[in-house]
Protein backbone atom coordinates (compact mmCIF):
# COMPACT_ATOMS: atom_id res chain seq x y z
CA UNK A 1 0.00 0.00 0.00
CA UNK A 2 1.15 3.60 -0.71
CA UNK A 3 -0.06 6.28 1.59
CA UNK A 4 -2.98 7.18 -1.12
CA UNK A 5 -6.04 6.29 0.33
CA UNK A 6 -7.22 2.71 0.30
CA UNK A 7 -10.51 3.38 -1.80
CA UNK A 8 -12.56 6.06 -2.64
CA UNK A 9 -14.45 6.72 -5.59
CA UNK A 10 -13.79 9.71 -7.54
CA UNK A 11 -17.08 11.01 -8.02
CA UNK A 12 -17.89 11.04 -4.26
CA UNK A 13 -16.38 13.20 -1.60
CA UNK A 14 -15.83 16.35 -0.23
CA UNK A 15 -14.21 17.56 -3.38
CA UNK A 16 -17.19 16.52 -5.71
CA UNK A 17 -19.12 19.78 -6.74
CA UNK A 18 -22.43 17.41 -6.98
CA UNK A 19 -22.10 16.47 -3.37
CA UNK A 20 -20.37 19.64 -1.63
CA UNK A 21 -20.64 20.28 2.22
CA UNK A 22 -23.92 18.69 2.89
CA UNK A 23 -22.69 15.54 1.06
CA UNK A 24 -19.80 16.02 2.74
CA UNK A 25 -21.18 16.34 5.91
CA UNK A 26 -23.55 13.15 5.12
CA UNK A 27 -20.76 10.94 4.15
CA UNK A 28 -18.57 12.04 7.54
CA UNK A 29 -21.92 10.76 9.23
CA UNK A 30 -21.91 7.48 7.38
CA UNK A 31 -18.83 6.38 8.49
CA UNK A 32 -19.40 7.23 11.97
CA UNK A 33 -22.21 5.18 12.57
CA UNK A 34 -21.05 2.38 10.64
CA UNK A 35 -18.13 2.70 13.13
CA UNK A 36 -20.18 2.53 16.35
CA UNK A 37 -22.06 0.12 14.56
CA UNK A 38 -19.07 -2.19 14.12
CA UNK A 39 -17.99 -1.66 17.82
CA UNK A 40 -21.95 -3.00 18.64
CA UNK A 41 -22.60 -5.42 16.82
CA UNK A 42 -19.49 -6.14 14.39
CA UNK A 43 -18.78 -5.87 10.86
CA UNK A 44 -20.48 -9.07 9.85
CA UNK A 45 -23.17 -8.33 12.10
CA UNK A 46 -24.39 -4.52 10.77
CA UNK A 47 -26.16 -4.37 7.53
CA UNK A 48 -26.50 -1.76 4.98
CA UNK A 49 -29.80 -1.07 6.10
CA UNK A 50 -28.91 -0.68 9.93
CA UNK A 51 -26.46 2.03 8.68
CA UNK A 52 -28.69 3.78 6.88
CA UNK A 53 -31.08 3.65 9.82
CA UNK A 54 -28.50 4.80 12.15
CA UNK A 55 -27.30 7.69 9.36
CA UNK A 56 -31.03 8.78 9.40
CA UNK A 57 -31.00 8.47 5.42
CA UNK A 58 -32.27 6.42 3.07
CA UNK A 59 -30.88 3.08 1.42
CA UNK A 60 -30.48 4.60 -1.78
CA UNK A 61 -28.76 7.82 -0.35
CA UNK A 62 -26.07 5.77 1.12
CA UNK A 63 -25.81 3.86 -2.32
CA UNK A 64 -24.74 7.61 -3.66
CA UNK A 65 -21.65 7.79 -1.58
CA UNK A 66 -20.81 3.94 -1.12
CA UNK A 67 -21.37 0.77 -3.40
CA UNK A 68 -21.33 -0.91 -0.17
CA UNK A 69 -20.39 -2.22 3.62
CA UNK A 70 -16.79 -3.26 2.35
CA UNK A 71 -16.16 0.18 1.04
CA UNK A 72 -17.14 2.14 4.43
CA UNK A 73 -14.87 -0.06 6.04
CA UNK A 74 -11.96 0.35 3.94
CA UNK A 75 -12.70 3.96 4.35
CA UNK A 76 -12.38 3.67 7.80
CA UNK A 77 -9.26 1.52 7.60
CA UNK A 78 -7.71 4.02 5.87
CA UNK A 79 -8.05 6.28 8.47
CA UNK A 80 -5.85 4.46 10.88
CA UNK A 81 -3.89 3.34 8.01
CA UNK A 82 -2.86 6.94 7.71
CA UNK A 83 -2.03 7.48 11.38
CA UNK A 84 0.20 4.24 11.61
CA UNK A 85 2.18 5.31 8.51
CA UNK A 86 2.62 9.07 10.61
CA UNK A 87 4.26 6.85 13.56
CA UNK A 88 6.46 4.55 11.07
CA UNK A 89 7.89 7.42 9.62
CA UNK A 90 8.99 8.51 12.90
CA UNK A 91 10.71 5.36 14.19
CA UNK A 92 14.15 6.37 14.99
CA UNK A 93 17.59 4.44 14.94
CA UNK A 94 17.11 0.77 16.35
CA UNK A 95 20.19 -1.00 18.01
CA UNK A 96 21.24 -2.66 21.33
CA UNK A 97 21.93 0.99 22.64
CA UNK A 98 19.65 3.38 25.33
CA UNK A 99 18.85 5.16 22.21
CA UNK A 100 17.91 2.59 20.31
CA UNK A 101 15.93 0.88 22.65
CA UNK A 102 14.24 4.00 23.67
CA UNK A 103 13.28 4.45 19.98
CA UNK A 104 11.72 0.74 19.94
CA UNK A 105 9.35 1.30 23.14
CA UNK A 106 8.56 4.62 21.59
CA UNK A 107 7.20 3.67 18.64
CA UNK A 108 5.43 0.65 20.19
CA UNK A 109 3.82 3.07 22.61
CA UNK A 110 2.54 5.09 19.83
CA UNK A 111 1.21 2.30 18.23
CA UNK A 112 -0.87 1.05 20.78
CA UNK A 113 -2.13 4.73 20.93
CA UNK A 114 -3.24 4.83 17.48
CA UNK A 115 -4.89 0.98 18.35
CA UNK A 116 -6.65 2.66 21.21
CA UNK A 117 -7.83 5.14 19.07
CA UNK A 118 -9.15 3.00 15.91
CA UNK A 119 -9.74 -0.24 18.65
CA UNK A 120 -12.80 -0.73 16.93
CA UNK A 121 -11.33 -0.82 13.52
CA UNK A 122 -8.69 -2.78 14.63
CA UNK A 123 -10.50 -5.47 16.08
CA UNK A 124 -12.51 -6.05 13.07
CA UNK A 125 -9.45 -5.85 10.51
CA UNK A 126 -8.85 -9.10 12.54
CA UNK A 127 -12.15 -10.67 11.70
CA UNK A 128 -12.45 -9.57 8.52
CA UNK A 129 -8.91 -10.58 7.88
CA UNK A 130 -10.11 -13.50 8.84
CA UNK A 131 -12.53 -14.49 6.38
CA UNK A 132 -12.78 -14.38 2.88
CA UNK A 133 -14.29 -10.90 1.65
CA UNK A 134 -13.17 -8.35 -0.80
CA UNK A 135 -11.69 -6.37 1.97
CA UNK A 136 -9.08 -9.13 3.02
CA UNK A 137 -6.67 -8.34 -0.42
CA UNK A 138 -6.89 -4.61 0.74
CA UNK A 139 -6.14 -5.51 4.58
CA UNK A 140 -3.14 -7.81 3.38
CA UNK A 141 -1.30 -5.15 0.39
CA UNK A 142 -1.85 -2.37 3.64
CA UNK A 143 0.39 -5.08 6.08
CA UNK A 144 2.81 -5.64 3.11
CA UNK A 145 3.40 -1.84 2.46
CA UNK A 146 3.56 -1.11 6.58
CA UNK A 147 6.48 -4.27 6.89
CA UNK A 148 8.17 -2.93 3.90
CA UNK A 149 8.76 0.44 5.38
CA UNK A 150 9.39 -1.22 9.03
CA UNK A 151 12.17 -3.41 7.06
CA UNK A 152 13.85 -0.65 5.87
CA UNK A 153 14.66 1.30 9.21
CA UNK A 154 15.43 -2.49 10.18
CA UNK A 155 18.12 -2.68 7.09
CA UNK A 156 19.52 0.60 8.65
CA UNK A 157 19.90 -1.64 12.11
CA UNK A 158 22.07 -4.15 10.78
CA UNK A 159 20.01 -6.81 12.22
CA UNK A 160 22.03 -10.15 12.88
CA UNK A 161 20.55 -13.57 12.43
CA UNK A 162 17.05 -12.54 10.94
CA UNK A 163 15.70 -11.08 7.75
CA UNK A 164 14.55 -7.45 8.27
CA UNK A 165 11.67 -8.18 6.21
CA UNK A 166 11.14 -11.19 8.47
CA UNK A 167 12.03 -9.43 11.48
CA UNK A 168 9.24 -6.46 10.20
CA UNK A 169 6.88 -9.04 9.93
CA UNK A 170 7.16 -10.51 13.02
CA UNK A 171 7.09 -6.86 15.19
CA UNK A 172 3.87 -5.82 13.57
CA UNK A 173 2.19 -9.15 13.95
CA UNK A 174 3.13 -8.97 17.45
CA UNK A 175 2.43 -5.64 18.60
CA UNK A 176 -1.18 -5.71 16.77
CA UNK A 177 -2.06 -9.16 18.50
CA UNK A 178 -0.90 -8.11 22.43
CA UNK A 179 -2.94 -4.86 21.63
CA UNK A 180 -5.73 -6.75 20.79
CA UNK A 181 -5.57 -8.98 23.59
CA UNK A 182 -5.82 -5.67 25.96
CA UNK A 183 -9.18 -4.69 23.92
CA UNK A 184 -10.73 -7.86 24.03
CA UNK A 185 -10.50 -8.33 27.94
CA UNK A 186 -7.94 -10.96 27.03
CA UNK A 187 -4.93 -9.79 29.15
CA UNK A 188 -5.27 -10.61 32.66
CA UNK A 189 -6.00 -7.13 33.81
CA UNK A 190 -2.74 -5.72 32.70
CA UNK A 191 -3.11 -1.90 30.78
CA UNK A 192 -1.43 -0.68 27.70
CA UNK A 193 1.88 0.72 29.45
CA UNK A 194 2.61 -2.07 30.48
CA UNK A 195 2.49 -4.39 27.80
CA UNK A 196 4.00 -1.87 25.64
CA UNK A 197 7.26 -2.58 28.30
CA UNK A 198 7.23 -5.98 28.29
CA UNK A 199 7.01 -6.20 24.39
CA UNK A 200 9.71 -3.67 24.22
CA UNK A 201 11.78 -5.84 25.99
CA UNK A 202 10.88 -9.03 24.31
CA UNK A 203 11.49 -7.70 21.05
CA UNK A 204 14.81 -5.49 21.66
CA UNK A 205 15.98 -8.98 22.14
CA UNK A 206 15.03 -10.97 19.70
CA UNK A 207 16.33 -8.14 17.74
CA UNK A 208 19.12 -7.38 18.81
CA UNK A 209 20.12 -10.08 21.56
CA UNK A 210 23.77 -8.63 22.26
CA UNK A 211 21.89 -5.85 24.42
CA UNK A 212 23.33 -5.33 27.73
CA UNK A 213 21.23 -5.55 31.05
CA UNK A 214 22.13 -2.06 31.42
CA UNK A 215 20.24 -0.79 28.27
CA UNK A 216 17.26 -2.22 29.79
CA UNK A 217 17.12 -0.99 32.76
CA UNK A 218 17.60 2.46 31.12
CA UNK A 219 13.61 3.04 31.08
CA UNK A 220 11.48 3.24 33.69
CA UNK A 221 9.18 0.00 32.96
CA UNK A 222 6.39 -1.05 34.37
CA UNK A 223 6.14 -4.47 35.64
CA UNK A 224 3.75 -6.20 37.98
CA UNK A 225 5.71 -9.26 39.54
CA UNK A 226 5.13 -12.65 39.22
CA UNK A 227 1.05 -13.13 39.60
CA UNK A 228 -0.79 -16.11 38.58
CA UNK A 229 -3.49 -16.95 36.15
CA UNK A 230 -6.83 -18.50 37.18
CA UNK A 231 -8.18 -21.09 35.21
CA UNK A 232 -11.97 -21.13 34.60
CA UNK A 233 -14.59 -23.17 35.46
CA UNK A 234 -15.21 -25.69 32.15
CA UNK A 235 -18.88 -24.91 30.74
CA UNK A 236 -20.77 -28.00 30.54
CA UNK A 237 -21.09 -29.35 26.98
CA UNK A 238 -22.91 -32.75 27.55
CA UNK A 239 -24.21 -34.34 24.30
CA UNK A 240 -22.08 -31.94 21.90
CA UNK A 241 -18.61 -33.50 21.59
CA UNK A 242 -18.49 -35.70 18.87
CA UNK A 243 -18.22 -38.82 20.42
CA UNK A 244 -21.24 -38.38 22.07
CA UNK A 245 -22.68 -36.77 18.45
CA UNK A 246 -22.03 -40.54 17.11
CA UNK A 247 -22.55 -42.77 20.40
CA UNK A 248 -25.00 -45.17 19.12
CA UNK A 249 -25.28 -44.14 15.56
CA UNK A 250 -24.65 -46.53 12.77
CA UNK A 251 -21.12 -46.74 10.86
CA UNK A 252 -22.46 -44.77 8.65
CA UNK A 253 -24.21 -42.51 10.28
CA UNK A 254 -20.91 -42.02 12.48
CA UNK A 255 -18.86 -41.09 9.23
CA UNK A 256 -21.76 -38.63 8.04
CA UNK A 257 -21.23 -36.43 11.62
CA UNK A 258 -17.31 -36.83 11.27
CA UNK A 259 -17.92 -35.63 7.76
CA UNK A 260 -19.62 -32.30 8.33
CA UNK A 261 -17.62 -31.78 11.10
CA UNK A 262 -14.27 -32.09 9.32
CA UNK A 263 -16.04 -30.04 6.21
CA UNK A 264 -17.36 -27.34 9.11
CA UNK A 265 -13.74 -26.92 9.84
CA UNK A 266 -12.35 -26.42 6.63
CA UNK A 267 -14.93 -24.09 5.55
CA UNK A 268 -14.33 -22.25 8.63
CA UNK A 269 -11.22 -21.70 8.40
CA UNK A 270 -10.99 -21.16 4.61
CA UNK A 271 -14.05 -18.31 4.75
CA UNK A 272 -14.43 -17.11 7.97
CA UNK A 273 -17.22 -18.15 10.62
CA UNK A 274 -19.76 -16.06 9.47
CA UNK A 275 -18.91 -15.91 5.64
CA UNK A 276 -19.76 -19.34 5.87
CA UNK A 277 -23.15 -21.32 5.32
CA UNK A 278 -24.74 -24.39 6.34
CA UNK A 279 -25.13 -24.91 1.79
CA UNK A 280 -21.30 -24.39 2.12
CA UNK A 281 -20.53 -26.77 4.55
CA UNK A 282 -23.03 -29.78 2.67
CA UNK A 283 -21.76 -29.37 -0.53
CA UNK A 284 -18.13 -29.41 0.76
CA UNK A 285 -18.82 -33.03 2.36
CA UNK A 286 -20.98 -34.16 -0.28
CA UNK A 287 -24.08 -33.99 1.47
CA UNK A 288 -27.82 -32.84 0.92
CA UNK A 289 -28.65 -30.20 3.25
CA UNK A 290 -31.35 -31.73 4.96
CA UNK A 291 -28.78 -34.28 6.20
CA UNK A 292 -26.60 -31.93 7.80
CA UNK A 293 -29.78 -30.71 10.56
CA UNK A 294 -30.43 -34.22 10.88
CA UNK A 295 -27.54 -34.42 12.85
CA UNK A 296 -26.82 -30.84 13.95
CA UNK A 297 -29.58 -27.61 14.45
CA UNK A 298 -27.57 -24.88 12.86
CA UNK A 299 -24.20 -23.70 11.49
CA UNK A 300 -23.05 -22.64 15.80
CA UNK A 301 -24.26 -26.41 16.68
CA UNK A 302 -21.87 -27.83 14.55
CA UNK A 303 -19.23 -25.12 15.63
CA UNK A 304 -19.58 -25.95 19.20
CA UNK A 305 -18.38 -29.08 18.39
CA UNK A 306 -15.41 -27.98 16.76
CA UNK A 307 -14.92 -25.87 19.68
CA UNK A 308 -14.62 -28.77 22.18
CA UNK A 309 -12.51 -31.00 20.15
CA UNK A 310 -10.57 -27.62 19.65
CA UNK A 311 -10.23 -27.05 23.72
CA UNK A 312 -9.92 -30.75 23.94
CA UNK A 313 -6.43 -30.44 21.56
CA UNK A 314 -5.60 -27.25 23.02
CA UNK A 315 -5.53 -28.78 26.84
CA UNK A 316 -3.05 -31.43 25.75
CA UNK A 317 -0.98 -29.15 23.80
CA UNK A 318 -0.93 -27.19 27.26
CA UNK A 319 0.39 -30.19 29.12
CA UNK A 320 2.96 -31.41 27.03
CA UNK A 321 4.43 -27.82 26.58
CA UNK A 322 5.52 -28.10 30.48
CA UNK A 323 7.98 -30.52 29.74
CA UNK A 324 9.75 -29.02 26.80
CA UNK A 325 13.00 -27.24 27.37
CA UNK A 326 13.27 -23.98 25.02
CA UNK A 327 16.47 -23.51 26.10
CA UNK A 328 18.24 -26.39 24.51
CA UNK A 329 18.53 -25.55 20.67
CA UNK A 330 19.87 -29.51 20.39
CA UNK A 331 16.70 -30.67 21.83
CA UNK A 332 14.06 -31.84 18.93
CA UNK A 333 11.26 -31.70 21.32
CA UNK A 334 10.95 -27.97 21.07
CA UNK A 335 10.34 -28.23 17.09
CA UNK A 336 8.15 -31.11 17.42
CA UNK A 337 5.89 -29.39 19.58
CA UNK A 338 5.68 -26.23 17.73
CA UNK A 339 5.12 -28.29 14.55
CA UNK A 340 2.11 -29.61 15.88
CA UNK A 341 0.74 -26.71 17.48
CA UNK A 342 0.60 -25.25 13.78
CA UNK A 343 -0.76 -27.86 12.58
CA UNK A 344 -3.40 -27.18 15.79
CA UNK A 345 -3.98 -23.77 14.84
CA UNK A 346 -4.43 -24.13 11.34
CA UNK A 347 -6.73 -27.24 11.38
CA UNK A 348 -9.08 -25.44 13.90
CA UNK A 349 -8.64 -21.50 12.66
CA UNK A 350 -12.26 -21.12 11.92
CA UNK A 351 -13.38 -22.02 15.11
CA UNK A 352 -10.60 -20.23 16.99
CA UNK A 353 -10.68 -16.97 15.61
CA UNK A 354 -14.85 -17.55 15.98
CA UNK A 355 -14.04 -17.60 19.78
CA UNK A 356 -10.68 -15.37 20.58
CA UNK A 357 -12.84 -12.34 18.55
CA UNK A 358 -16.26 -13.07 19.99
CA UNK A 359 -18.28 -13.33 16.56
CA UNK A 360 -20.28 -16.09 17.39
CA UNK A 361 -23.30 -15.57 19.70
CA UNK A 362 -22.43 -18.73 21.80
CA UNK A 363 -21.68 -18.13 25.30
CA UNK A 364 -20.53 -21.93 25.48
CA UNK A 365 -17.90 -21.29 22.42
CA UNK A 366 -17.20 -18.01 24.49
CA UNK A 367 -16.43 -20.33 27.62
CA UNK A 368 -14.75 -22.70 25.72
CA UNK A 369 -12.25 -20.14 24.51
CA UNK A 370 -11.24 -18.18 28.16
CA UNK A 371 -11.14 -22.14 29.03
CA UNK A 372 -8.58 -23.17 26.40
CA UNK A 373 -6.62 -20.19 26.30
CA UNK A 374 -6.10 -19.85 30.29
CA UNK A 375 -4.77 -23.97 30.18
CA UNK A 376 -2.52 -22.90 27.72
CA UNK A 377 -1.46 -19.77 29.12
CA UNK A 378 -1.06 -21.24 32.41
CA UNK A 379 1.62 -23.50 30.89
CA UNK A 380 2.91 -20.85 28.67
CA UNK A 381 3.75 -19.04 32.32
CA UNK A 382 5.14 -22.21 33.80
CA UNK A 383 7.57 -22.75 31.04
CA UNK A 384 8.75 -18.74 31.47
CA UNK A 385 8.68 -17.88 34.78
CA UNK A 386 11.52 -20.14 36.42
CA UNK A 387 14.04 -18.91 34.05
CA UNK A 388 16.47 -16.36 35.88
CA UNK A 389 16.68 -12.66 34.42
CA UNK A 390 18.38 -9.56 35.63
CA UNK A 391 16.77 -7.23 33.79
CA UNK A 392 12.44 -6.58 33.65
CA UNK A 393 10.14 -8.90 33.58
CA UNK A 394 6.63 -9.45 33.50
CA UNK A 395 5.94 -13.25 33.56
CA UNK A 396 2.09 -12.77 32.33
CA UNK A 397 2.86 -10.35 30.29
CA UNK A 398 5.60 -12.73 28.62
CA UNK A 399 3.15 -15.40 28.75
CA UNK A 400 -0.01 -13.27 26.21
CA UNK A 401 3.43 -12.42 24.06
CA UNK A 402 4.38 -15.71 23.66
CA UNK A 403 0.65 -16.79 22.58
CA UNK A 404 0.39 -14.31 20.66
CA UNK A 405 3.42 -15.66 19.04
CA UNK A 406 2.87 -18.90 18.28
CA UNK A 407 -0.57 -18.04 17.24
CA UNK A 408 -0.20 -15.50 14.90
CA UNK A 409 3.47 -15.71 13.38
CA UNK A 410 2.57 -18.55 11.48
CA UNK A 411 -0.18 -17.06 10.13
CA UNK A 412 1.01 -13.70 8.96
CA UNK A 413 4.36 -15.68 7.50
CA UNK A 414 1.60 -17.00 5.27
CA UNK A 415 0.61 -13.88 4.35
CA UNK A 416 4.05 -12.74 3.09
CA UNK A 417 4.59 -11.36 -0.41
CA UNK A 418 6.99 -14.67 -0.27
CA UNK A 419 5.52 -16.74 2.63
CA UNK A 420 7.57 -19.04 4.75
CA UNK A 421 7.92 -22.82 4.51
CA UNK A 422 6.60 -24.52 7.49
CA UNK A 423 10.16 -25.30 8.39
CA UNK A 424 11.17 -21.65 7.88
CA UNK A 425 8.26 -20.73 10.34
CA UNK A 426 9.24 -23.04 13.10
CA UNK A 427 12.88 -21.79 12.62
CA UNK A 428 11.43 -18.30 13.25
CA UNK A 429 9.42 -19.49 16.07
CA UNK A 430 12.37 -21.13 17.99
CA UNK A 431 14.85 -18.28 17.45
CA UNK A 432 12.55 -15.56 18.64
CA UNK A 433 11.81 -17.57 21.28
CA UNK A 434 15.17 -18.39 22.51
CA UNK A 435 16.38 -14.69 21.76
CA UNK A 436 13.49 -13.05 22.98
CA UNK A 437 13.08 -15.00 26.26
CA UNK A 438 15.61 -16.55 26.99
CA UNK A 439 18.87 -14.76 26.22
CA UNK A 440 21.56 -14.82 28.75
CA UNK A 441 22.28 -10.76 29.14
CA UNK A 442 25.07 -9.84 30.49
CA UNK A 443 25.19 -6.86 33.12
Not at 10 to 17: E, I
Not at 241 to 246: D, G
Not at 279 to 285: L, M, N, R, S
Amino acid sequence: MSEDPIYRRASYGPSSPEVGKRGASTRRRIIEVSLELFAEHGFFGTSVDAIAKAADISRATLYQYFPGKDEIFLELLDECGRALFRVARRIGPLGPTEVGFDNLNWWLGEWSWVFEKYSTMFVQWTVVAASESEVRPEINRFVANYNERVSKRLEESKLVGVEPRVAAMAMTALVHRVNLFIHTDRAYGRDTQSIVDALSVFLQLFLFPETPASVLHSLKLRTVGVGAITLPERPSTEGLSLAERTEGLTKRAANTVRALVAAGAEQFRVKGYHRTSVDDIVEAAGFARGTFYKYFSEKQDLLTTLCIESANRALELAYELREIDFTDPGDNAPREWTKAFIEYTEHYAGSIEAWTERTAESKIVHDLGSYGQASLDISLLAVLAPYPRNYPFDPILSALILRALIVRLPQAAQEMEEPLTLDESIDLMLTAIRRGFFTAVEN
